[in-house]
């Protein structure tokens, strides 16, 4: 505790806690990608919005940069502290304040995990709606700095649909209190919604209201296998117009393969192509809709197998196999790439995509597996056992540009759902003009003049 | 046409259609507001995104102030210019450019209007589920800019909801193709949602592809008779636990007196102090989910009378009631209000409101009505006959400083949908702390350094 700015935030913050050991700066410095060596200057964990502000006063006031930090689960290096930054972590503040039955809303501090949001919300007789593999983890922060997605936004949307209020401290210290839980609110910018997506660079939230949503209605769920990736979209068209999706995921053989290999149950008998798995809202297994919607299917010489979930143990089972995909990945050390274009052009981008990774990078395995509905594809390049993990990554950054170049071509988004952060800041202008990457710099610059906010991440401060 | 700056402008946009015959800038100066004499320098009318574009960058080079111009149905002044500003109208960019059954969306012109955006919906067997009663006139450029609302936000939200991609024009003449259609995208600020409310002042919105829903359910109609605001609240939730709502809205006895005195049917022998009218999903008027939650708010003695439409024609004239009120109330000249608090702030809200009506301004005659889903009541007081039309004005800005006063400490918002312009702006401290308006104030600057966007509209420019 040597150093000179940590006693002059002492000073201007007496009780916070701040945290300065080595394994600390290490816990707290990086999040889920490993490519940047942590480096922070310390850690805050105040427990208070008192504190926050406190903190934020002296970072602006000394030119101390700081990475707000939840539960560090990104994979774009949002959260990375490499740079001497204080990490400003919101762990400690993880309560849920207060549930209204009239508006249907949640408030929680920002640190509460989403899986504390979801219980809270069930208890309630509602559900929060936004769902993914990291619920126990991640924390409802993170969620609304990335505007996270998962595997419900096809029928609830992402993690903005469901903010209906936010607390958020500015880089001056300021509390600002957005939209305060009003359904209708036309009163000027929308700055909660400026805020959504921000990835720490424009405040630190600290507390939101979720809007909670009924419970969900009951599901059946099914695994489908098919030929193709067209036959895939016709049956996504065909289902869509015929059952209330829940959900809608697919994943190739590939992953199936590591899925299986890491001790899930094989489905069928041999491997397809690609596989769906789906919620559909449903009386039972035997509802008449979803038999009806299967047949249609089945009668298209669509489907080549399938089957229906005959109870809860065995609709997690099959669930289990798309969940499971990035655990069994991960002894690949995978690169991840996570895409989106309008859903009408997925077909032509999956296409060319599969091409150009081919006749590229023959060497590669990929796993490919995502969301149809909501056009967004997560692309994973295994690292081949016998190269290298250096250089694994510069030829995944090459890979990267030309996706990227696709992406851009095909009018899509180099990042449907994980942010930009350092990973894809090489990219941002495949999928943001120049013009808007200068809005972006100008608005940043107009919120945080000292530039202390999550420096260098989304795009590069301007030269000083 | 004699103005020089005129001439600088067609040498700028040579094929710019420019209005300038005193009818034409009377008819495009104004919006609903009926406060402000229209004075603008001219009327441009451009074809094409390129000729709007045109007339940006000149206008910024020029420092000529621009209003952006949609159908003028506005009600807070966002539209007028009575500051010899140049009128930008979208009017006659009004097609549907493209529509795409996969991504479910349609592409826009931003002077198209509601209705025909509606209409388009419908020839593919989907819907735009935003719907207001100016439909035939407002343009769906206007709603963006003011992120309308109307009578099924409770069912469908806000316009905001509804936007997958925007093109907007900035102050420098800059085109912006924002989000392009993407379900998902987090890829640094969402401009688009920063657009969106923003009443002109941020950007010139010229197209939208906006999302479409399945069409709706096929409804029940009802019109519920109420003895009280407490047991109005009661029926809504009661009922928005058992069925599924599409819209439920409330009026006074004092509106229906005024539409039945404009030429509706009175439904029942006897007046009430409040009426609910709703849609609900429903297989038809003998449903028996529907005959259940209706019976079960009569046993518990809510319902004074009520009435289930048995057909669609009983359904429109139901629905007359509550759509005409606007119409009905007009030759009393109405000062409008639109506030909103959290829907579980709003029992309380409406009796301190109502008390302070009727301490205060005991000559005036208030009429209510609004959504109760959204917190969302419109308050409109009639002008006495015997009292002036200026000394009314004057009159009901003490009666709107007093309720925004009250709104300030509910929670709530000066504005639910109508916009600030110029009719909200001297209360926009009521709903928005100085902080939030120096950092939209600093937001505005860093888009449009000349401040050239509606200037005056949502907050005065700074000094200059």
Redesign the interface.
Known sequence: MSDPRLESLRAAAPGLRLATAPDELLHYGRDWTRRWTPAPLAVALPATVDEVQAVLRWASAEGVAVVPSGGRTGLSGGAVAANGELVLSLERMRRVLAF?P??RTLTVEAGAPLETVQEAARQHGLQYPVDFASRGSCTIGGNIA????GIR?LRYG?T??WVAGLKLV?ASG?????N????????????R??A????GT?GVVVEATLKLAPPPPPVATLLLALPSFEVL?QVF?ALRGRLALEAFEFFTGTCLRHVVAHGAQAPFEREYPYYVVLDAAAEGPDDERLLEAFGHCAEQGWVEDGVVAQSQAQAAQLWRLREGITEALAPHLPYKNDV?????AMPAFLAEAQALLAAEYPEFEVAWFG?I????LHINVLKPTELGQEAFVARCAEVTAHLAGLVERH??????????GLV?KPY?GC???A???G??R??R???DPAGILNPGK??DPPER
């Open positions: 209204d009239v508006d990335t505007n996270a997605g936004v992402n903005r649909e500015t300021e509390l600002l209190d957005l305060r839980g009003l359904v209708k609110n036309s009163s000027g910018y929308d700055l919604h400026l959504i997506a921000s990835e424009l979209m068209q989106a274009v309008r859903v009408s969301h509905g909501d056009g967004n009018g899509g988004t180099i990042s449907a759902e994980h942010g930009i894809k941002l999928t943001r003009s013009a808007e990457i809005i972006m100008a608005l610059a107009a919120l989304l795009f």
